[in-house]
T-cell receptor, first 110, second 113 residues
Framework: TQLLEQSPQFLSIQEGENLTVYCNSS?????LQWYRQEPGEGPVLLVT?????EVKKLKRLTFQFGDARKDSSLHITAAQPGDTGLYLC??????????FGTGTSLTVIP | DAGITQSPRYKITETGRQVTLMCHQT?????MFWYRQDLGHGLRLIYY???????DKGEVPDGYVVSRSKTENFPLTLESATRSQTSVYFC????????????FGPGTRLTVL
């Protein structure tokens, strides 16, 4: 059972464009994390959000946790080739289980 | 500062053979994890360990065995490899809990023929 569905699964855009990646669930999560994974490497944590409605910014990346704590989004402004990678959401549900999402593979074309 | 290392990085084996993937961390983190990564499934937890000699099943434990006799090592064994176990395997560690930031190794790409 996949509790965290990410969309889109694949995304290819031109350098300078904006994009949004979504992480959705029917379950409530106590906290939600976003990781980025570059080819041939393990994932690296970008941010953790814990409060419904919370918005966190990391340079050109904006993360939002839904008010009901069932969804999250990652918005990238003016994408750069260095943003290329697999973006994974992950969260702890209210049953103390921890899951990774299905992933969004982003390619930014120079 | 080696961090977390995995070996081998690549492995090809045959159906029915036993395979052990190694994971070593230098941070003395309490928690260690094994995941498999397959397209469309993200990362799925196989086993995790909260401390030496304490292990617990994750989402997809069938066909895998783990041990943790020392804090820094967490080997994963496929007792009789099957083609469905072809995957990329990641080891991770965390100093606090399985719900906090996890630090990942570079992965082992395993192919079972």
């Amino acid at each position: 059972t996949q509790l965290l569905e990410q969309s889109p699964q694949f995304l290819s855009i031109q350098e300078g464009e904006n994009l949004t990646v979504y992480c959705n669930s029917s379950s409530v999560f106590s906290s939600l994390q976003w990781y980025r994974q570059e080819p041939g490497e393990g994932p690296v944590l970008l941010v953790t959000v814990v409060t419904g409605g919370e918005v966190k910014k990391l340079k050109r990346l904006t993360f939002q946790f839904g008010d009901a704590r069932k969804d999250s989004s990652l918005h990238i402004t003016a994408a750069q080739p260095g943003d290329t990678g697999l973006y994974l959401c992950a969260g702890e549900d209210t049953g103390n289980q921890f899951y990774f999402g299905t992933g969004t593979s982003l390619t930014v074309i120079p | 500062d080696a961090g977390i290392t995995q070996s081998p990085r690549y492995k090809i084996t045959e159906t029915g053979r036993q395979v052990t993937l190694m994971c070593h961390q230098t941070w003395s983190h309490s928690y260690m994890f094994w995941y498999r990564q397959d397209l469309g499934h993200g990362l799925r937890l196989i086993y995790y360990s909260a401390a030496a000699d304490i292990t617990d099943k994750g989402e997809v434990p069938d066909g895998y065995v783990v041990s943790r006799s020392k804090t820094e090592n967490f080997p994963l064994t496929l007792e009789s490899a099957t083609r469905s176990q072809t995957s990329v395997y990641f080891c991770a560690s965390s100093p606090i809990s399985r719900f906090n930031e996890q630090f990942f190794g570079p992965g082992t790409r395993l192919t079972v023929l």
